[in-house]
């Protein structure tokens, strides 16, 4: 289906052991193919009916439709959804309970809600790379900039990735009390090197971080700490005077510097 400069179309990737992650693919009609391909992933907002379609600007909030701009930018741009949102919902009666009761379910088995969530990003970006030529990138706002953050640590095929309003440290949640999804609260993570630790593994890749200055869910101080704990040369911090958002000057800037980071990566090894 075109959708303005943009085509739009829903697939499903398989995994191995038979679950399937929907998702939506938008790829532009006038591809230069001078830039790659995106990863697109959505926030959390305690709102699980919305997933994939609100980044493809299909619903909800017009501010998180990155995914659509970023296709418009040039750059076909994969969007699946997160286990527990939209398609893939697995209480429509209380979202939150299946969510947090799943999440448990796995800590006691050995597994993570956070790698949960990362082996299907990894998956999605796996079919991405075989479809599409050129470097890879990831973008995701709040529980997709975490995700994000994660992925890249462990994803060498993510060359660059926009982080917004979605990395802090444990340390801080629980020094302010803040309540977090529970994809956050990895096992030994805090005792390891907190998210210092995950920012320290990213390597050869390039991020933009964006932030603002009193989002409630990442105190600004924490954010710049761990800013530090990236390796020199990876990490461009774009501060606002704002919340928790991901305003139109944020993402028009975000988008121009991931087009311009997969185009220059496109000439490293």
């Known amino acids: 289906m075109q959708q303005g400069k943009v085509l739009r179309e829903r697939l499903e990737i398989w995994a191995d052991d038979g679950h399937v992650v929907p998702c939506l693919f938008l790829t532009p009609i006038d591809d230069d193919h001078q830039a790659g391909a ?3 992933v959505h926030q959390h907002a305690g709102n699980y009916a919305l997933g994939k379609g609100e980044l493809a600007g299909l619903d909800g909030d017009p501010q998180m ?3 659509l701009e970023l296709a418009e930018a040039g750059m076909p741009t994969l969007v699946p959804d997160l286990l527990g949102f939209e398609e893939r919902q697995r209480n429509t009666a209380d ?3 299946a969510e947090h009761r ?3 379910n796995l800590v006691v088995s050995g597994s993570t809600w956070q790698g949960l969530h990362t082996g299907d990003i990894a998956m999605v970006t796996g079919w991405l790379d075989a479809e599409v030529r050129g470097p890879l990138g990831i973008a995701g706002h709040s529980l997709g900039g975490q995700i994000g953050l994660f992925n890249l640590a462990c994803d060498l095929r993510l ?3 926009v982080l917004s309003c979605g990395i802090g440290t444990l340390e801080s ?3 302010e009390a803040i309540s977090h999804n529970p994809a956050w609260f990895v096992p030994n993570l805090r005792k390891a090197g907190d998210t210092h630790l995950v920012a320290q593994a990213i390597e050869n890749q390039r991020v933009m971080i964006v932030a603002g200055r009193n989002d409630p869910l ?3 101080s924490d954010v710049q700490g761990l800013i530090s ?3 020199e040369g990876v990490a461009d911090f774009v501060p606002f005077q704002g919340g928790h958002a991901f305003p139109a000057a944020q993402r028009r800037r975000a988008v121009s510097w991931l087009r311009a980071s997969l185009i220059a990566a496109r000439s490293m090894p």
Request: aromatic share 30%; proline share 8%.
């Open 229 to 231: 704990s990236f390796r």
């Open 65 to 67: 439709a990155f995914a």
């Open 173 to 175: 949640f629980e020094r």
């Open 95 to 97: 979202p939150w309970q």
């Open 218 to 220: 990442f105190p600004f």
């Open 159 to 161: 060359r660059a990735g």
């Open 102 to 104: 799943e999440a448990w």
């Open 38 to 40: 995106v990863v697109a």
